[in-house]
C-alpha cells in the first residue's frame, strides 16, 4: 500500500494541490509522513541554493572563458601549419609541385604506350601508316576479313 503513495509523493509536492488518497493515506500512515517532511526538507535545501533572478555575469566574462578555453587546447600538427607563414608557402609549394608533376607524366608519354601495344583497341585500329584506313577501300576490307577467317585456327584440345 505505500508504494503506490510513496510514488505520488514528488507529484504532490511539487504540484502543491491535494491529492485525495495520498491525503487519506499520510493520516494513517507515519511512515509515509516522515518520508514526505524528510522530502519537504530537502526541496527547502535546494531552493536555498537557487542563485537570484537579477543576477547577470560580468564584463568581459565570455572573452575570458574563451581565452581559458583555447590556452587549455592542446596544438595540433596542423594548426602549427596552417596559422604559420611558413606553413603556408609549404602547402602552396607542394601543391605547385604536385601540379607540374602531373602535367609532366600526363603530357610526356606517348599514346601507343599508355594504351599500350597489346590492346584489342590498338590492334583493331591499325596502325595509319600501313595503308589507307578501313571503310575508304571496300573490297580490300572484305579481302582482309576473309584472310582473318581463313587463318584463323582454334585448338580444341
Same mark, same amino acid.
Given at each position: 500500500?505505500?508504494?503506490?503513495?510513496l @510514488?505520488?509523493?514528488?507529484?504532490?509536492?511539487?504540484?502543491r494541490?491535494?491529492?485525495?488518497?495520498?491525503e487519506?493515506? *499520510?493520516?494513517g500512515c507515519a511512515?509515509?509522513?516522515?518520508?514526505?517532511? &524528510?522530502?519537504?526538507?530537502?526541496s527547502?535545501l535546494?531552493g536555498?541554493l537557487?542563485?537570484p533572478? $537579477?543576477?547577470e555575469? @560580468? =564584463? @568581459? +566574462?565570455?572573452s575570458?572563458?574563451? $581565452? *581559458? /578555453?583555447?590556452?587549455?587546447?592542446?596544438?595540433?600538427?596542423?594548426n602549427? +601549419?596552417? %596559422?604559420s *607563414?611558413?606553413g603556408?608557402?609549404l602547402?602552396?609549394?607542394?601543391m605547385?609541385l604536385? =601540379?607540374?608533376?602531373?602535367?609532366? +607524366?600526363?603530357?610526356?608519354?606517348? =599514346?601507343?604506350e599508355v594504351?599500350?601495344?597489346?590492346?584489342?583497341?590498338?590492334?583493331?585500329?591499325?596502325?595509319?601508316q600501313? @595503308?589507307?584506313?578501313?571503310?575508304?577501300?571496300?573490297?580490300? %576490307?572484305?579481302?582482309?576479313?576473309? /584472310? $582473318? *577467317?581463313?587463318? &584463323?585456327?582454334?585448338? &580444341?584440345?
Amino acid at each position: 500500500m505505500h508504494e503506490p503513495v510513496l @510514488g505520488h509523493l514528488e507529484e504532490y509536492l511539487k504540484f502543491r494541490k491535494p491529492i485525495l488518497e495520498v491525503e487519506s493515506h *499520510l493520516r494513517g500512515c507515519a511512515e509515509c509522513r516522515e518520508e514526505l517532511g &524528510y522530502m519537504m526538507r530537502q526541496s527547502e535545501l535546494f531552493g536555498v541554493l537557487r542563485p537570484p533572478a $537579477n543576477i547577470e555575469p @560580468g =564584463v @568581459g +566574462f565570455y572573452s575570458r572563458v574563451m $581565452n *581559458l /578555453v583555447e590556452s587549455q587546447a592542446k596544438p595540433s600538427i596542423w594548426n602549427l +601549419f596552417g %596559422d604559420s *607563414l611558413f606553413g603556408k608557402r609549404l602547402a602552396y609549394a607542394s601543391m605547385s609541385l604536385l =601540379v607540374l608533376l602531373g602535367t609532366y +607524366f600526363v603530357s610526356s608519354q606517348p =599514346v601507343d604506350e599508355v594504351v599500350g601495344s597489346g590492346a584489342p583497341e590498338v590492334i583493331l585500329a591499325g596502325d595509319e601508316q600501313a @595503308g589507307p584506313p578501313i571503310g575508304a577501300d571496300p573490297q580490300r %576490307d572484305r579481302e582482309a576479313v576473309l /584472310v $582473318n *577467317l581463313a587463318t &584463323y585456327q582454334q585448338d &580444341y584440345q
